[in-house]
T-cell receptor, first 112, second 115 residues
Framework: LAKTTQPISMDSYEGQEVNITCSHN???????ITWYQQFPSQGPRFIIQ???TKVTNEVASLFIPADRKSSTLSLPRVSLSDTAVYYC?????????????FGTGTKLQVIP | NAGVTQTPKFQVLKTGQSMTLQCAQD?????MSWYRQDPGMGLRLIHY???????DQGEVPNGYNVSRSTTEDFPLRLLSAAPSQTSVYFC??????????????FGPGTRLTVL
């Protein structure tokens, strides 16, 4: 399974765009990149997933460069309610279901 | 749909006691898993299952047993509780198929304290 590296924590002011980068140097050809969000005292929630280039949904954008060795989760104009831990996962189902493991994530603190 | 439900929400055990954490889902998902989350830490995979009768170990399986007799239920058994098992336990489920990890749906968690 590809190992991921994320910053442990980040601070941002309300209204700013936040970019969280995840490094995954040994990503495999079949691997996808998936991000989850976890609020305190709750289970994680799926945010976005991509394979290459750019993916956008109503919550976030995911940017993946051509070499796919890193990815960036972009949250536009964050609010206090975006304070959470964000996890980057790399992997996929290649013929048999793989273990889905989480790292330690990035704790985002949004400041008023 | 109730999604993923877990019982109990809170539990206090004494060292050496055993108990079962219950997890059920009503989405007909093949994949179910158990994670533990220690304070300030990420989630660590304990056991997972890809269907009834099929289970496998995750990153931290010692001290825990699982079984999957139905698609809906995936109980986690603590054989002899230890203080090191004090944690929040999350159950999750997802469908299987496709090339990517399918979206996992998480339960509300069980907060376990072992004295």
């Amino acid at each position: 399974l590809a190992k991921t590296t994320q910053p442990i924590s980040m601070d941002s002011y309300e209204g700013q765009e936040v970019n969280i980068t995840c490094s995954h140097n040994n990503i495999a050809t079949n691997d996808y990149i998936t991000w989850y969000q976890q609020f305190p005292s709750q289970g994680p929630r799926f945010i976005i997933q991509g394979y290459k280039t750019k993916v956008t949904n109503e919550v976030a954008s995911l940017f993946i460069p051509a070499d796919r060795k890193s990815s960036t989760l972009s949250l536009p104009r964050v609010s206090l309610s975006d304070t959470a831990v964000y996890y980057c996962l790399v992997g996929g189902d290649s013929g048999g279901y793989q273990k889905v493991t989480f790292g330690t994530g990035t704790k985002l603190q949004v400041i008023p | 749909n109730a999604g993923v439900t877990q019982t109990p929400k809170f539990q206090v055990l004494k060292t050496g006691q055993s108990m079962t954490l219950q997890c059920a889902q009503d989405m007909n998902h093949e994949y179910m898993s158990w994670y533990r989350q220690d304070p300030g830490m990420g989630l660590r995979l304990i056991h997972y299952s890809v269907g009834a009768g099929i289970t496998d170990q995750g990153e931290v399986p010692n001290g825990y047993n699982v079984s999957r007799s139905t698609t809906e239920d995936f109980p986690l058994r603590l054989l002899s509780a230890a203080p090191s098992q004090t944690s929040v336990y999350f159950c999750a489920s997802s469908s299987i198929g496709g090339r990517a990890y399918n979206e996992q749906f998480f339960g509300p968690g069980t907060r376990l304290t072992v004295l």
